[in-house]
Protein backbone atom coordinates (compact mmCIF):
# COMPACT_ATOMS: atom_id res chain seq x y z
CA UNK A 1 0.00 0.00 0.00
CA UNK A 2 1.42 3.28 -0.90
CA UNK A 3 1.57 5.85 2.16
CA UNK A 4 1.50 9.68 1.07
CA UNK A 5 2.36 12.31 3.33
CA UNK A 6 1.34 16.07 2.74
CA UNK A 7 3.69 19.09 3.31
CA UNK A 8 4.16 22.76 2.14
CA UNK A 9 1.09 24.08 3.52
CA UNK A 10 1.23 27.19 5.34
CA UNK A 11 -0.85 30.61 6.24
CA UNK A 12 -0.25 33.44 3.03
CA UNK A 13 -1.89 36.64 2.47
CA UNK A 14 -5.16 36.53 -0.54
CA UNK A 15 -2.84 36.64 -3.73
CA UNK A 16 -0.24 34.56 -3.07
CA UNK A 17 0.72 31.27 -3.57
CA UNK A 18 2.08 28.21 -1.95
CA UNK A 19 3.34 24.72 -3.19
CA UNK A 20 2.30 21.73 -1.49
CA UNK A 21 4.06 18.18 -1.87
CA UNK A 22 2.66 14.69 -1.64
CA UNK A 23 5.48 12.37 -0.96
CA UNK A 24 4.57 8.67 -1.45
CA UNK A 25 6.44 5.90 -0.13
CA UNK A 26 5.84 1.72 -0.04
CA UNK A 27 5.47 1.60 -3.02
CA UNK A 28 5.59 4.02 -5.91
CA UNK A 29 3.03 5.04 -8.02
CA UNK A 30 3.60 6.49 -11.33
CA UNK A 31 1.07 4.42 -13.01
CA UNK A 32 -1.59 5.27 -10.41
CA UNK A 33 -4.16 7.97 -10.70
CA UNK A 34 -3.28 10.62 -8.35
CA UNK A 35 -5.62 13.39 -6.43
CA UNK A 36 -5.72 16.12 -4.16
CA UNK A 37 -8.31 17.30 -2.37
CA UNK A 38 -9.37 19.54 0.72
CA UNK A 39 -11.73 19.88 3.53
CA UNK A 40 -12.86 23.05 5.38
CA UNK A 41 -14.61 23.34 8.53
CA UNK A 42 -17.73 21.90 8.48
CA UNK A 43 -17.61 21.26 4.78
CA UNK A 44 -17.14 17.66 2.94
CA UNK A 45 -13.91 16.39 1.23
CA UNK A 46 -13.78 17.53 -2.22
CA UNK A 47 -11.41 16.98 -5.09
CA UNK A 48 -9.21 20.05 -6.17
CA UNK A 49 -6.92 18.53 -8.50
CA UNK A 50 -6.12 14.81 -10.44
CA UNK A 51 -3.85 13.62 -12.95
CA UNK A 52 -3.70 9.92 -14.37
CA UNK A 53 -2.77 9.08 -17.85
CA UNK A 54 -6.78 8.29 -18.62
CA UNK A 55 -8.18 11.61 -17.72
CA UNK A 56 -4.84 14.13 -18.10
CA UNK A 57 -5.90 16.38 -15.84
CA UNK A 58 -8.81 17.23 -14.17
CA UNK A 59 -9.34 20.94 -11.50
CA UNK A 60 -12.59 21.91 -9.83
CA UNK A 61 -14.58 24.89 -11.66
CA UNK A 62 -13.06 26.96 -8.39
CA UNK A 63 -9.44 26.34 -8.75
CA UNK A 64 -9.07 26.02 -12.80
CA UNK A 65 -6.64 28.58 -13.83
CA UNK A 66 -4.83 29.16 -10.73
CA UNK A 67 -4.03 25.56 -9.29
CA UNK A 68 -1.59 23.05 -11.34
CA UNK A 69 -1.10 19.49 -10.62
CA UNK A 70 2.12 17.98 -11.58
CA UNK A 71 4.38 14.77 -10.83
CA UNK A 72 7.87 13.86 -10.74
CA UNK A 73 7.73 10.38 -10.94
CA UNK A 74 11.98 10.13 -10.46
CA UNK A 75 10.93 11.25 -6.90
CA UNK A 76 7.78 9.60 -6.16
CA UNK A 77 6.06 13.01 -5.56
CA UNK A 78 3.05 15.11 -6.80
CA UNK A 79 2.94 19.07 -6.27
CA UNK A 80 0.44 21.63 -6.21
CA UNK A 81 1.05 24.71 -7.45
CA UNK A 82 -1.42 26.99 -5.68
CA UNK A 83 -1.34 30.86 -7.26
CA UNK A 84 -3.70 33.90 -6.27
CA UNK A 85 -5.04 32.04 -3.48
CA UNK A 86 -8.12 33.85 -2.22
CA UNK A 87 -9.55 32.94 1.66
CA UNK A 88 -12.33 30.41 0.64
CA UNK A 89 -9.43 28.26 -0.72
CA UNK A 90 -8.37 27.98 3.35
CA UNK A 91 -8.96 24.29 4.35
CA UNK A 92 -6.95 20.99 4.74
CA UNK A 93 -5.28 19.39 1.68
CA UNK A 94 -5.09 15.63 1.07
CA UNK A 95 -3.34 13.92 -1.38
CA UNK A 96 -4.71 10.60 -2.90
CA UNK A 97 -3.84 7.75 -4.98
CA UNK A 98 -5.30 5.10 -6.46
CA UNK A 99 -4.88 2.70 -9.52
CA UNK A 100 -8.56 3.65 -10.81
CA UNK A 101 -9.47 7.25 -12.16
CA UNK A 102 -13.04 6.47 -11.69
CA UNK A 103 -12.17 6.47 -7.64
CA UNK A 104 -9.98 9.11 -7.56
CA UNK A 105 -12.34 11.53 -8.88
CA UNK A 106 -14.93 10.67 -6.09
CA UNK A 107 -12.92 10.95 -2.55
CA UNK A 108 -15.77 9.18 -1.22
CA UNK A 109 -14.81 5.81 -3.13
CA UNK A 110 -11.25 6.49 -1.23
CA UNK A 111 -11.03 4.85 2.27
CA UNK A 112 -6.93 5.96 3.25
CA UNK A 113 -6.02 9.19 4.00
CA UNK A 114 -2.96 11.14 5.33
CA UNK A 115 -3.19 13.90 8.18
CA UNK A 116 -3.08 16.84 5.52
CA UNK A 117 -1.55 20.08 5.65
CA UNK A 118 -3.36 23.27 6.97
CA UNK A 119 -3.49 26.09 4.27
CA UNK A 120 -4.62 29.12 5.96
CA UNK A 121 -5.67 32.34 3.28
CA UNK A 122 -5.94 35.85 5.19
CA UNK A 123 -8.06 38.37 3.64
Known amino acids: QVQLVESGGGLVQAGGSLRLSCAAS????????VGWYRQAPGKPRELVAA???????RYAGSVKGRFTISRDNAKNTVYLEMNNLKPEDTAIYYCNADSSAYRILSPDRLDFWGQGTQVTVSS
Open 51 to 57: MSPVIRT
Open 26 to 33: GSTFSDNA
